[in-house]
C-alpha cells in the first residue's frame, strides 16, 4: 500500500504569511496527487489535482508542486479564511495523508 | 445546483448493519465513478470504497473488505453503502464523493456530500 506522510502536522501562523506544506509519498505516484481543505464540521474541499492543477474557484494563492513522492501545497498569503486542515491524497489507491492543522499564531 | 446529499447513518450495536445513502442531483450521475470515505472523530480521512460508473468495478478498503458492499441505482441518481457486521471501529461521519473526471477511475473527489454519522456502540 502507498502511504501518504504529511509534514508538520502543525502549523501556526499569522494573517500575511506565506506557508508550506509538504506531502510525501511511499512509492513514486507521478503527479496523481489533490489537495483538500477542510474546516470543522465541513466536508473537504478540493484545492488542487494533478499536483498542480487548481481547481475552478479556488484563489490563486493557493498552489501546488511536485512530482514522484514529494509534494508541496503553497499559500502565498495567508487570510483569515485559510485557518483549516489540509490533506493530501494520492489517487492511485486513494490514500490520504493524515492532515496538517493551520492555526492562528 | 450539482449535489450530493447522505442519509441513513445513526446508532446501531456492534455486529448490527446499516444501509447508507447518497443522493446526486444537477449533473449526469451515471457518468462518474463514485466512492465512500469515512472520517472517525477527530481523526483524519479514510477512503472506504468506489464503484465505477456502470457498476462494473468495485474496489474496498482492507478494513472493511467482506463487510461493506457499495451499490448504485444509476436509474435513481443514488450511491449506496451495506454496512455488516459492524464494529465500534466503524464509527466516523461517512461522505459520499464523486471523481471529477467522467467515467475514470482514479481521480480526486471534486464533489463531496455532507456527510452522514455512523455510531457504533452497545
Do not use: H
Not at chain 1, 514522484?68 to 498569503?77: A, D, K, N, Q, V
Not at chain 2, 447513518?9 to 465512500?36: E, H, I, N, Q
Not at chain 2, 467482506?66 to 441518481?77: C, E, L, M, P, V
Not at chain 2, 456530500?113 to 457504533?120: C, E, F, L, N
Amino acid at each position: 500500500d502507498i502511504q501518504m506522510t504529511q509534514s508538520p502536522s502543525t502549523l501556526s501562523a499569522s494573517v500575511g504569511d506565506r506557508v508550506t506544506i509538504t506531502c510525501r509519498a511511499s512509492q513514486s505516484i507521478s503527479s496523481w496527487l489533490a489537495w483538500y481543505q477542510q474546516k470543522p464540521g465541513k466536508a473537504p474541499k478540493l484545492l488542487i489535482y494533478k499536483a498542480s492543477s487548481l481547481e475552478s474557484g479556488v484563489p490563486s494563492r493557493f498552489s501546488g508542486s511536485g512530482s514522484g513522492t514529494e509534494f508541496t501545497l503553497t499559500i502565498s498569503s495567508l487570510q483569515p479564511d485559510d485557518f483549516a486542515t489540509y490533506y493530501c491524497q494520492q489517487y492511485n489507491t486513494w490514500t490520504f495523508g493524515q492532515g496538517t492543522k493551520v492555526e492562528i499564531k | 445546483q450539482v449535489q450530493l446529499v447522505e442519509s441513513g447513518g445513526g446508532l446501531v450495536k456492534p455486529g448490527g448493519s446499516l444501509r447508507l445513502s447518497c443522493a446526486a442531483s444537477g449533473f449526469t450521475f451515471s457518468d462518474y465513478y463514485m466512492s465512500w470515505i469515512r472520517q472517525a472523530p477527530g481523526k483524519g480521512l479514510e477512503w472506504v470504497s468506489y464503484i465505477s460508473s456502470s457498476s462494473s468495478y468495485t474496489n474496498y478498503a482492507d478494513s472493511v473488505k467482506g463487510r461493506f458492499t457499495i451499490s448504485r441505482d444509476n436509474a435513481k441518481n443514488s450511491l449506496y453503502l451495506q454496512m455488516n457486521s459492524l464494529r465500534a471501529e466503524d464509527t466516523a461521519v461517512y461522505y459520499c464523493a464523486r471523481e471529477r473526471s467522467i467515467a475514470v477511475a482514479g481521480d480526486a473527489f471534486d464533489i463531496w456530500g455532507q456527510g452522514t454519522m455512523v455510531t457504533v456502540s452497545s
